[in-house]
């Protein structure tokens, strides 16, 4: 006999169980986008920080606001550490790479 899962009404931890417990591809594509979301949204933070728009980030790093508006947007994968640098230095930021265990599936 299978061994049943304690009830939750914890709607996360149901999500978890359902779509990503036990199935490491997902782990991974859940981590990765998560990862994008939040460069996305310290880029935006910064930028509003500094009172820039898109337009304003994109002159001074010798881009479009396209491509700033594209670096802000979540699904976006293709950050690159040279422009996460150009980025930073207009906006008065340092870029820091930090490596963190990953945690273990259940």
Do not use: W
């Not at 500094?50 to 396209?66: D, W, Y």
């Not at 699904?75 to 008065?92: T, V």
């Amino acid at each position: 006999m299978a061994k049943r899962s304690k009830p939750t009404g914890d709607a996360v931890e149901i999500l978890h169980r359902r779509f990503y417990a036990g199935r490491p591809s997902r782990l991974k594509k859940l981590e990765e986008a998560r990862a994008n979301e939040e460069i996305a949204r310290k880029i935006r933070a910064l930028r509003t920080a500094a009172g820039h728009t898109q337009s304003q980030l994109a002159k001074l790093i010798g881009t479009t606001a396209s491509v700033i508006c594209r670096l802000e947007d979540a699904d976006y994968e293709g950050h690159s550490l040279a422009m996460l640098r150009r980025i930073g230095g207009a906006l008065n930021q340092r870029v820091e790479i930090r490596f963190v265990p990953m945690r273990r599936s259940a």
